[in-house]
Every structure is written in structure tokens, then in C-alpha cells.
């Protein structure tokens, strides 16, 4: 079992940043990849970006890429999302994820297990 518990977000205007954190406890942090997915009003849960278990491989969104920046700290149980040049299209609800069982990174939300509850981040224009 893996509990995920999100925080961070907040509202920020256009061109701003945010850090978003997970942190995660259960079984060994160090062993399994994480990723975090997006969920805006109305629309289907996405992938955002996936970190191996190592840290060593990362995988993005084509939509953030240069923007985002996911990151993990195992001596710290927690993986991070630096959000930068946020847009009001980032406007979701953003959760944290657990993929114990592949050894690929994948954006594909049925890879992952486990799911925090959800931090809102939320763009004025």
C-alpha cells in the first residue's frame, strides 16, 4: 500500500510559479516510479509527468515540456512539480500517482495504483 498526499497549490497569475509536493508513505519510496496528472472542469484526467524510481528518467506532456519539471527526493519520501510560465489553461486539479508495477515510466493513468486526493492550482489571466 502507498498514501499520497499532495500540496502546494494555489492561485497565481499568467507567468507565475508554483511548486507542487507529494508526499508519500508505505512501501519504499526508492522503488517504484511516481507521476503527477491534471484534471480540469469538465474534462478526462491527464498525464502531466512521470519520474522513474530512480530519478534518473523523466517523461513529459508535450504540452509542458520546458515549462514543468518533475523531480523526487527519496531521502524525503516526496516528488516535486516546479510549474513555471503557468498559463490559465493549467487551471486543474493536479494529483500525484504511484506506478509500482511497470518498469517503464508511462503516461497512461491505469498504470498507476495509487492516487493522492489532489491539489487545485488555479491561473488568472
Known amino acids: 500500500q502507498v498514501q499520497l498526499v499532495e500540496s502546494g497549490g494555489g492561485l497565481v497569475q499568467a507567468g507565475g510559479s508554483l511548486r507542487l509536493s507529494c508526499a508519500a508513505s508505505?512501501?519504499?519510496?526508492?522503488?517504484?516510479?511516481m507521476g503527477w496528472f491534471r484534471q480540469a472542469p469538465g474534462k478526462e484526467r491527464e498525464f502531466v509527468a512521470a519520474?522513474?524510481?530512480?530519478?534518473?528518467?523523466?517523461y513529459y506532456a508535450d504540452f509542458v515540456k520546458g515549462r514543468f519539471i518533475i523531480s523526487r527526493d527519496n531521502a524525503k519520501n516526496t516528488v516535486y512539480l516546479q510549474m513555471n510560465s503557468l498559463k490559465p489553461e493549467d487551471t486543474a486539479v493536479y494529483f500525484c500517482?504511484?506506478?509500482?508495477?511497470?518498469?517503464?515510466?508511462?503516461?497512461?493513468?491505469?498504470?498507476?495504483?495509487?492516487w493522492g486526493q489532489g491539489t487545485q492550482v488555479t491561473v488568472s489571466s
Open positions: 508505505g512501501r519504499t519510496f526508492s522503488s517504484y516510479a
Open positions: 519520474v522513474s524510481w530512480s530519478g534518473s528518467s523523466k
Open positions: 500517482a504511484a506506478d509500482t508495477r511497470s518498469r517503464i515510466l508511462s503516461g497512461r493513468k491505469a498504470e498507476y495504483e495509487y
